[in-house]
């Protein structure tokens, strides 16, 4: 139990302060502009002590992934909203439509009050600040529920908003899947949940007697789709950066690999020296991101066990110099499996660690069937250099979001919208698309003083059967 866990009984009248705020004083365009260039500016100046809760928390975290996961991901979100918000709040004119003439129509995009956020512990300040960032700019007040596994980061962002906002337009609530769970049932005008599937469900079961709207950000066995003739070298050095980032915790990290049958063997053998090459050692390399906790890494060598308990071939790519202590510090090498089949557990849940799966297929076929025989994905990646093959996947496959001869960076484009499909989740923010998520379209029509619609009224007859007549032709 978290020490500093919030008792249940604060979350309800926590959510009435930041409502009856929110209702006397709902943020203008000024406002959220400003509360975002505060937000930006009070995290440029905490960039160094992110840097190191974060890595307290994991045992050790890369400084450059946490600069660049957490850091640049979430300025280039708040980069992209100050610059487009004005034209986002813009009300829309529609067409009323000539039966409706001389009305006018409109959307505006209105604020739905406030926003529940519950964020996982692997990219511990990005999964919050930025769906946070992207409901502030929305006109909401936000409360947000962070991981227990990253208690230090949680601090950390608590202390950051509470400097950045008033108590009454943001909150946070500290603790684990209890208060998780309470918060999940609140009833918020939109909740954002980031985590794994299985909790994903639990939130929307919660959220449904509210009939809350629920964004899932959840999770899943992302494929790696390898081309028949495309050149291995870039596709293995992208496809690298996506498993070993954060040490494979990345959500949309490349899960496992399909390559063709014939080139395994030289697939296997230039991932070995891309991995090489990156690091001669892992013991002690600021590089290499370790395992969060102490459950984590038991299930990941979990899956190794279980793989090598059936016979695949395991290939570890780094070995550490201690291994005691390795273990100790909860380091997990890069590490191959081949050829590994449903039955291995490896492939019946998503890894979240550096593990990649390589498997074969004979014709492109194949792998589509096989992923389309599971979950829907949160990711795809395509390294293919013709067209053809890649149309192919690409109108076969239906996933959260695609790189083609690339993994990761779709979600640093601030324009695409992210978020799953299926059991990898359901709706999406950044950028337009967040904004669209924490509005409420709401359609305005605006009667003239003398619509033909006046004449709609019994007694029908006279000009009231023309209208009709001219309605229904
Ligand atoms: P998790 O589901 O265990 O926890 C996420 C959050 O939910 C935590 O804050 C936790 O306290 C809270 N929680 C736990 N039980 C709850 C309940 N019953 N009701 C409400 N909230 C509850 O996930 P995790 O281990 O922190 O994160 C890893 C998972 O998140 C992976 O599956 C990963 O793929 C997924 N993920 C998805 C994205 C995405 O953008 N789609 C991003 C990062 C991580």
Redesign the pocket.
Known sequence: MDMNATPADTLVPTLAKLRAAWLVNRPDYAQRHDDLKRLRAALKDRLEPMVKAISADFGHRSRHESMLGEGMTVFSEIDHMLSHLKSWMKPQRRAAGWRMWPAKAEVRYVPLGVVGV??????PVN?ALTPLATAIAAGNHVYL?????TPRTSEFLAALLADVFPDDRVAVAL???D???A??GLPFDHLL????????R??MA?AAPNLTPVTL????KSPVFVGEAVPFAKAITRMVTGKLYNAGQ???APDYAFVPLARRDEFVQAVCSEVASRYKQIDANPDYTHIVNEG?YRRLRGLLDDARGRGLDVVTLVEPEDAAKAEADRLLPPTLVLDPGDDSKIMQE?I?GPILPIKTYTTPDEAIAYINAHDRP?AFYCFSNDKAETEKMLSNIVA?GVCVNETLFHNVCNDLP???VGA??MGHYHGHDGFLTFSKAMPVLHQASMPLTDRLKPPYKGLANTVVKLFTR
């Open positions: 519950i964020a996982p512990w692997n990219y999964l529920k962070p991981s227990e596994h603790g684990g899947a208060v998780g769970s918060f999940a949940f980031t985590g794994s599937t299985a909790v994903g639990k939130v919660s950000e959840l999770g899943g990345t959500c949309i984590q998503e979240f949160l959260g992210f978020g799953g990898s989740g």
